[in-house]
């Protein structure tokens, strides 16, 4: 209404004025973005080019439990911790086969880690790792529970997570459970992406009996390694590895 009793140029003036307010700040916006994006291209750009390119992509496997911890008992009577350990074993051999990755192991033998020392993810922080991977059993309180699940707990560890899932119940032929955020200190207080999988659940005959072989676990050893791989060559395409840094 005000503007209809203006005359054109004032009109004219006033419309310019206007855009140039609506215009100004998304312009102040996108050069403050653009100048954040270029320093973050140059800072990934160099990282790879100085770094990643001759260092290797670096997995922490962390064999749960151990020692006076045995985790489940199994419906067969044998310990997580056990499993845990064989399993991890097989992935390790297997990724000390990979020449893009570096394999350290949270624990070899049947040492126990308290939980208070949060040793397992610091073990991971200061070897910088790329991804963590807890390998653990499941239990439950009624025996006809089964199937496979990840946790996760930061959400740039979700795709990790989902990809880890996804090749283990291919392998493993469980009910497939799902990704789930939970707040476990393993995946919590790790700055890398990070998951826990509960590969199947021990206290269900069914699987801990197929969980026991030895052509189960190569299986399934070989699919987190093949998951690690996908989750590797993604993040590399999308470039949002050092995404802590
Ligand atoms: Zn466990």
């Known amino acids: 209404m005000v503007f209809q009793r203006t005359n054109g140029r004032n009109h004219r003036t006033r419309n310019m004025l206007v855009v140039t307010l609506l215009i100004l700040p998304i312009l102040i916006l996108s050069a403050c973005s653009g100048n954040s994006d270029n320093n973050n291209n140059a800072k990934d750009n160099s990282s790879n080019n100085s770094e990643n390119k001759n260092t290797a992509f670096k997995v922490v496997i962390d064999p749960g439990h151990g020692g006076k911890d045995n985790g489940a008992t199994g419906a ?47 073990y991971a922080n200061n070897h910088n790792a790329d991804v963590f991977v807890s390998i653990h059993g499941n239990t439950f309180s009624n025996p006809s529970v089964s199937g496979t699940e990840t946790f996760y707990y930061h959400n740039n560890s979700r795709q990790f997570a989902q990809i880890l899932q996804k090749h283990v119940v291919e392998a493993g032929g469980f009910r497939d459970r799902g990704i789930k955020k939970k707040d476990l200190f393993v995946v919590r207080d790790t700055n890398m992406p990070a998951a826990l999988i509960e590969v199947g659940y ?44």
């Not at 067969?76 to 000390?96: D, I, R, V």
């Not at 020449?99 to 350290?104: I, K, P, R, Y």
């Not at 069914?206 to 050893?221: H, K, L, P, W, Y």
Request: aromatic share 10%; charged share 30%; hydrophobic share 25%.
């Open 76 to 122: 067969g009577g044998q310990y997580e911790k056990s499993f845990t350990l064989s399993l991890s074993k097989k992935m390790e051999k297997m990724l000390e086969q990979e020449s893009e990755m570096e394999v350290f192991m949270t624990r070899t033998d049947d040492s126990f880690i308290s939980q208070e020392s949060r040793y397992r993810p610091k």
């Open 202 to 245: 021990l206290t269900n005959p069914d699987n801990e009996s197929i969980m026991r072989t030895d052509g189960f676990q190569s299986r399934v050893a070989a699919s987190i390694v093949e998951g690690i791989k996908e989750y590797k060559e993604q993040s590399d395409k999308q470039g949002f590895l050092n995404w802590g840094s």
